[in-house]
C-alpha cells in the first residue's frame, strides 16, 4: 500500500511486485451436522511485523485471533479494535484492516441457518462491527481460545471446536420452516443467473406465502440487508470472481448498466477494481476469489444438504 512505513507488508502491493509472500492460509470444508450451518474452517498466519489490507463483503465469520493485534475500519468510517474472539455479520461493503504481526487467526464462516443457530443474533444488528465473542458465548469462551493458541494445525482445531459447535446446535432453538423454505429459495434465486427483486417476491408468496415485508426482514435478519442489497452483493462478487479468474469484461457487464457501474459496484464489496483484481491483490481475497467452494454466502448455491433438521 502507500505510505507503508518502513517494515509494514503492504500485501497487495508486494503482490503485484511478484515477490514471495510470508502468508499461508488453509481452508477445511465443514462435515457431518455442521454441514447446513459452518461453510469452512481456516487457519491463516501472515509472518510480518505489520499487515494493512481490505476484505471483501463477506459470510458472517466466528475468529480466533491467536497472535497478532489491530484495528479494522468498516465502510462508514468508524475504527474498532479486534478483539481475542470476536464475530461480525455479514457486511454491507469492504472494509479495510492493519494488524501489528505476526498475524495467527483461526475461524469460520457461516451459512445463512448457522448464523441463526450458533449465533443467534439478527446479522442488521450486528453488521460491520465486531462483537466481543464473550458477549454471545460467556466468558469461558476465553479457555477455548487459550487451547487453540496451544494447537498447530487446522485438523487439531477443528477437532477441538467440532463438539463445542454440536452442543450450541443441540441447544439452540429449532428454525422455523419458514425460514429454512426461504433459505432454500434465496439459493435458488441467486443461482438463476440475474435474479430480480421480483422473481425473489414471486417465489416466496407462491412456495411459503410471504409478503413482501416477510421477506425483507428475513433477508435483514440472515444477510443482513434487504433483497436488493444482497443481489447487488450477488452481483458484484461473482463479477470479481470471473474477473479475477481471467474472463473478459466484456462478458462480465451484461448485469450492469454500464462499464462505470460495474466498476463502481465491484469496488464498493471488494475495496479492488477490475485491473487490481488481475494485477495483484490481498492473498486472503485471492484466495476466495480463485476458490469456487468459497464462494460468497455459499446458501445461495443449490444444495443436497437437508436443512430441515434444524
Given at each position: 500500500?502507500?505510505?507503508?512505513?518502513?517494515?509494514?507488508?503492504?500485501?497487495?502491493?508486494?503482490?503485484?511486485?511478484?515477490?514471495?509472500?510470508?502468508?499461508?492460509?488453509?481452508?477445511?470444508?465443514?462435515?457431518?451436522?455442521?454441514?447446513?450451518?459452518?461453510?469452512?474452517?481456516?487457519?491463516?498466519?501472515?509472518?510480518?511485523?505489520?499487515?494493512?489490507?481490505?476484505?471483501?463483503?463477506?459470510?458472517?465469520?466466528?475468529?480466533?485471533?491467536?497472535?497478532?493485534?489491530?484495528?479494522?475500519?468498516?465502510?462508514?468510517?468508524?475504527?474498532?479494535?479486534?478483539?481475542?474472539?470476536?464475530?461480525?455479520?455479514?457486511?454491507?461493503?469492504?472494509?479495510?484492516?492493519?494488524?501489528?504481526?505476526?498475524?495467527?487467526?483461526?475461524?469460520?464462516?457461516?451459512?445463512?441457518?448457522?448464523?441463526?443457530?450458533?449465533?443467534?443474533?439478527?446479522?442488521?444488528?450486528?453488521?460491520?462491527?465486531?462483537?466481543?465473542?464473550?458477549?454471545?458465548?460467556?466468558?469461558?469462551?476465553?479457555?477455548?481460545?487459550?487451547?487453540?493458541?496451544?494447537?498447530?494445525?487446522?485438523?487439531?482445531?477443528?477437532?477441538?471446536?467440532?463438539?463445542?459447535?454440536?452442543?450450541?446446535?443441540?441447544?439452540?432453538?429449532?428454525?422455523?420452516?419458514?425460514?429454512?423454505?426461504?433459505?432454500?429459495?434465496?439459493?435458488?434465486?441467486?443461482?438463476?443467473?440475474?435474479?430480480?427483486?421480483?422473481?425473489?417476491?414471486?417465489?416466496?408468496?407462491?412456495?411459503?406465502?410471504?409478503?413482501?415485508?416477510?421477506?425483507?426482514?428475513?433477508?435483514?435478519?440472515?444477510?443482513?440487508?434487504?433483497?436488493?442489497?444482497?443481489?447487488?452483493?450477488?452481483?458484484?462478487?461473482?463479477?470479481?470472481?470471473?474477473?479475477?479468474?481471467?474472463?473478459?469484461?466484456?462478458?462480465?457487464?451484461?448485469?450492469?448498466?454500464?462499464?462505470?457501474?460495474?466498476?463502481?459496484?465491484?469496488?464498493?464489496?471488494?475495496?479492488?477494481?477490475?485491473?487490481?483484481?488481475?494485477?495483484?491483490?490481498?492473498?486472503?481475497?485471492?484466495?476466495?476469489?480463485?476458490?469456487?467452494?468459497?464462494?460468497?454466502?455459499?446458501?445461495?448455491?443449490?444444495?443436497?444438504?437437508?436443512?430441515s433438521g434444524r
Amino acid at each position: 500500500m502507500r505510505g507503508a512505513e518502513e517494515g509494514q507488508v503492504a500485501i497487495a502491493a508486494r503482490s503485484r511486485a511478484g515477490a514471495r509472500q510470508p502468508f499461508d492460509i488453509v481452508f477445511q470444508p465443514s462435515a457431518g451436522r455442521l454441514i447446513p450451518h459452518v461453510e469452512s474452517f481456516y487457519l491463516a498466519h501472515i509472518d510480518a511485523p505489520c499487515i494493512e489490507g481490505v476484505e471483501r463483503v463477506d459470510l458472517g465469520q466466528w475468529r480466533f485471533c491467536l497472535g497478532g493485534s489491530g484495528e479494522v475500519t468498516f465502510p462508514d468510517g468508524h475504527r474498532e479494535a479486534t478483539l481475542p474472539v470476536m464475530v461480525n455479520g455479514p457486511g454491507t461493503a469492504h472494509w479495510t484492516y492493519r494488524i501489528e504481526g505476526p498475524f495467527r487467526c483461526f475461524g469460520m464462516s457461516l451459512r445463512g441457518i448457522g448464523w441463526r443457530t450458533l449465533i443467534g443474533r439478527p446479522a442488521d444488528q450486528v453488521a460491520d462491527r465486531l462483537v466481543d465473542g464473550s458477549e454471545i458465548f460467556g466468558p469461558e469462551i476465553h479457555t477455548l481460545h487459550a487451547q487453540l493458541g496451544e494447537l498447530e494445525t487446522l485438523e487439531e482445531m477443528v477437532a477441538l471446536i467440532e463438539p463445542v459447535l454440536i452442543r450450541r446446535l443441540d441447544a439452540a432453538r429449532r428454525v422455523p420452516r419458514a425460514h429454512v423454505a426461504f433459505l432454500r429459495i434465496v439459493r435458488e434465486w441467486a443461482a438463476s443467473g440475474d435474479p430480480t427483486i421480483d422473481a425473489l417476491y414471486d417465489a416466496m408468496e407462491a412456495q411459503t406465502g410471504m409478503g413482501q415485508r416477510q421477506v425483507q426482514r428475513l433477508c435483514k435478519e440472515y444477510f443482513a440487508g434487504p433483497p436488493n442489497h444482497l443481489r447487488r452483493k450477488f452481483r458484484a462478487i461473482g463479477a470479481a470472481m470471473r474477473i479475477h479468474q481471467g474472463a473478459p469484461l466484456a462478458e462480465v457487464m451484461a448485469p450492469f448498466a454500464d462499464q462505470s457501474h460495474m466498476i463502481n459496484e465491484i469496488k464498493h464489496f471488494t475495496g479492488q477494481t477490475p485491473g487490481s483484481l488481475r494485477d495483484g491483490i490481498d492473498p486472503v481475497l485471492a484466495a476466495t476469489l480463485e476458490n469456487e467452494k468459497f464462494h460468497f454466502l455459499p446458501d445461495v448455491i443449490p444444495e443436497t444438504v437437508d436443512l430441515s433438521g434444524r
